[in-house]
Nanobody, 125 residues
Framework: VQLVQSGGGLVQPGNSLRLSCTAPDRTFSAYAMGWFRQAPEKEREFVDA????????KYADSVKGRFTISQDQAENSIYLQMNSLKPDDPAVYYC???????????????????WGQGTQVTVSP
């Protein structure tokens, strides 16, 4: 399964960015899709996730109220709207798809089966 990301770039603190992630395969299906990020010399960390074709989303505490994950099944896509970006948000952001749950806790990175290529987000004055 291929996941293709777009978006990202350089913004000033307080501004917004939107990331997109699309599965080109029209037969794509998943249990959940999510966003992770990895800053230099840091572990890959969970950002948020959404149940694919269901209602339900989860957010890391660090992004609650600022980031929003959404999905468009017709486009086989998820989106990450990032508002009020902070200096500690910069990282390479990855989208991912998981084939199975559970959903009671955010799935760790190793439970995700497919990954996008990553896109750089930089926040700087």
């Amino acid at each position: 399964v291929q996941l293709v990301q777009s978006g990202g770039g350089l913004v000033q603190p307080g501004n917004s960015l939107r990331l997109s992630c699309t599965a080109p395969d029209r037969t794509f299906s998943a249990y959940a899709m999510g966003w992770f990020r990895q800053a230099p010399e840091k572990e890959r960390e969970f950002v948020d996730a959404v149940r694919w074709n269901r209602v339900g989303s989860k957010y890391a505490d660090s992004v609650k109220g600022r980031f929003t994950i959404s999905q468009d099944q017709a486009e086989n896509s998820i989106y990450l709207q990032m508002n009020s970006l902070k200096p500690d948000d910069p990282a390479v952001y990855y989208c991912a798809a998981a084939n199975v749950g559970p959903w009671n806790n955010p799935l760790p990175a190793f439970e995700y089966n497919y990954w996008g290529q990553g896109t750089q987000v930089t926040v700087s004055p």
